[in-house]
């Protein structure tokens, strides 16, 4: 039987909305946290995770739906976790050997990738039953969307740590890249909580509130459109 008459039509438009907002790994399904809150006292160190991330998203869920006719469904989950295995084990060769000072620095969390719900769950609900572009589309959006949380919240306990932004970019883009660093305040004591482990809480409560918010906010004139459209039609005569 013909693919396309087994599978629904893709909407990327909706696979972006729902990597970057709807359904967003962090905001939204609440998986990935252990990596997300470790390591994201700095810029440099939420982007090189957050990069590793979105390259196992796409490999993985790119595997994982060029095989999904071939796999029997008893052993699924086992072959996507040795498919997501493999991924990390070269994104993690490829930063031992590159990016060696930034591997140290992330250490751990890097194999921890594997353990990522996120990724898993990725490639359980959507890439296991859609063809190959939209799959690797999916995994690039969530990745993204995993990525610029830890950007933010990144960058929220570096200004409020270390009153720095940007501050060992060389350990990513090269020597070239030690003036990338930003002083935002001169001779800052700095605000220790902010870089230990209840500062990285305290701030995704931060953003988790923040989205709330304005998910309300964008929400309120829907509603009020539904409202007005109820009492017209029940002040309309038959």
């Known amino acids: 039987m013909p693919e396309n008459s087994t599978v629904p039509r893709v909407n990327y438009p909706t696979i972006t909305k729902d990597g970057l907002w709807h359904n967003n790994p962090v905001l939204i399904q609440m998986l990935g946290l252990c990596p997300l809150l470790a390591v994201s006292?700095?810029?440099?160190?939420?982007l090189g995770l957050g990069l590793a991330t979105i390259l196992v998203l796409m490999v993985s869920n790119g595997?994982?739906?060029?095989?999904?006719h071939i796999v029997r469904p008893e052993i699924r989950l086992p072959v996507f976790v040795l498919i997501i295995a493999s991924a990390v084990t070269c994104i993690e060769l490829v930063m031992h050997a590159w990016f060696f000072d930034l591997y140290q620095i992330l250490g751990i969390f890097i194999p921890l990738i594997v353990t990522n719900c996120a990724i898993i769950a990725r490639a359980e609900a959507f890439a296991s039953k859609n063809p190959l572009l939209p799959s690797v589309y999916d995994g690039f959006m969530m990745g993204v969307g995993f990525t610029l949380v830890l950007l933010a919240l990144g960058a929220m306990r570096e200004i409020l740590g270390f009153g720095t932004l940007f501050s060992n970019a060389h350990l990513m883009f090269g020597e070239a890249a030690r003036d990338f660093s930003i002083v935002l305040l001169e001779d800052?004591?700095?605000?220790?909580?902010?870089?230990?482990?209840?500062?990285a809480f305290m701030g995704?409560?931060?953003?988790l509130a923040l989205k709330n918010y304005l998910d309300l906010r964008l929400q309120q004139p829907v509603q009020k459109q539904q409202?007005?459209?109820?009492?017209?039609?029940?002040?309309?005569p038959l």
């Open 63 to 68: 595997s994982v739906s060029l095989i999904r």
């Open 188 to 199: 800052y004591a700095g605000f220790l909580i902010a870089i230990l482990p209840p500062g």
């Open 227 to 236: 409202s007005d459209a109820m009492t017209n039609m029940q002040e309309t």
């Open 41 to 46: 006292n700095t810029v440099i160190n939420a």
């Open 204 to 207: 995704l409560a931060i953003l």
